[in-house]
């Protein structure tokens, strides 16, 4: 798997706007944007109406995700790729104390998902919610600060086994938020950060959706959610 890479190269080459996205991973800051009243915390509470409502933003979705015109369509999936591994590290890093060996000593999900990491030799290993995740979020660096797989030199071209590598992102980066909504969406809303995590999994799902990066049955076990957000215009 490898250890984390700097996300930060410098080289005396001319670089494409898509490289700003590796400078600074924590400079954002979340901040809180309750507009309603409280969600209750019952059953699945992320699928409450006062809960699943609540969102930081409101925009059109179709349009934030749609190609613009002109513009070459590996080059919009990189820098999509990556400001959703930006927002998605940057938010599991504000609630990293909720996730520990001790409260999550597998990766669940709903439905009963137990998510298993899969080591270099291809063995499904069980372990602990923020063991997955460091290691899914250094597999992941590793590949966006990768030349090869995510030229960032003006001109370069992407390998052709770049979609491939998106959807193993997307893979990833969907465990984790699933993890986060089944484990921990109660101490989320106490920390009134539901509507951050609402408005990322709706931008996520309709990129995802736009592009046909995931598979539906690799989503499915969040239907629910994404039903319930696209109710309430979140999706």
Same mark, same amino acid.
């Given at each position: 798997?490898?250890?984390?890479?700097?996300?930060?190269?410098?080289?005396?080459?001319?670089?494409?706007?898509?490289?700003?996205?590796?400078?600074?991973?924590?400079?954002?800051?979340?901040?809180?944007?309750?507009?309603?009243?409280?969600?209750?915390? #019952?059953?699945?509470?992320?699928?409450?109406?006062?809960?699943?409502?609540?969102?930081?933003?409101?925009?059109?979705?179709?349009?934030?995700?749609?190609?613009?015109?002109?513009?070459?369509?590996?080059?919009?999936?990189?820098?999509?790729?990556?400001?959703?591994?930006?927002?998605?590290?940057?938010?599991?890093?504000? @609630?990293?104390?909720?996730? #520990?060996?001790?409260?999550?000593?597998?990766?669940?999900? !709903?439905?009963?998902?137990?998510?298993?990491?899969?080591?270099?030799?291809?063995?499904?290993?069980?372990?602990?919610?923020?063991?997955?995740?460091?290691? !899914?979020?250094?597999?992941?660096q590793e590949l966006l600060t990768d030349e090869n @797989?995510?030229?960032? #030199?003006?001109?370069?071209?992407?390998?052709?086994?770049?979609?491939?590598?998106?959807?193993?992102?997307?893979?990833?980066?969907?465990?984790?938020?699933?993890?986060?909504?089944?484990?921990?969406?109660?101490?989320?809303?106490?920390?009134?950060?539901?509507?951050?995590?609402?408005?990322?999994?709706?931008?996520?799902?309709?990129?995802?959706?736009?592009?046909?990066?995931?598979?539906?049955?690799?989503?499915?076990?969040?239907?629910?959610?994404?039903?319930?957000?696209s109710k309430h215009s979140l999706y």
């Open positions: 798997m490898g250890g984390c890479h700097s996300m930060g190269r410098s080289a005396i080459v001319e670089h494409s706007p898509r490289k700003q996205e590796f400078i600074d991973l924590n400079g954002p800051k979340l901040k809180n944007n309750i507009t309603k009243s409280p969600c209750l915390l #019952t059953g699945k509470p992320y699928l409450q109406p006062g809960c699943v409502s609540e969102r930081i933003v409101q925009v059109d979705l179709k349009t934030l995700v749609s190609l613009p015109n002109g513009f070459d369509k590996a080059e919009w999936m990189a820098t999509n790729t990556i400001a959703f591994f930006k927002h998605i590290n940057v938010f599991s890093g504000a @609630v990293s104390e909720l996730c #520990t060996g001790t409260t999550c000593p597998t990766t669940s999900a !709903a439905g009963n998902k137990i998510y298993y990491w899969q080591d270099d030799h291809g063995k499904r290993v069980k372990c602990s919610g923020p063991l997955y995740t460091d290691y !899914a979020m250094s597999y992941i @797989v995510f030229p960032t #030199t003006n001109g370069s071209t992407f390998p052709s086994g770049f979609v491939f590598m998106v959807q193993k992102i997307f893979l990833y980066l969907f465990h984790i938020m699933a993890h986060l909504y089944w484990a921990h969406y109660r101490d989320i809303v106490r920390l009134e950060l539901h509507p951050h995590l609402n408005t990322l999994y709706a931008h996520f799902m309709a990129f995802n959706k736009e592009f046909g990066i995931l598979d539906p049955q690799e989503t499915a076990i969040m239907d629910d959610l994404t039903t319930a957000m």
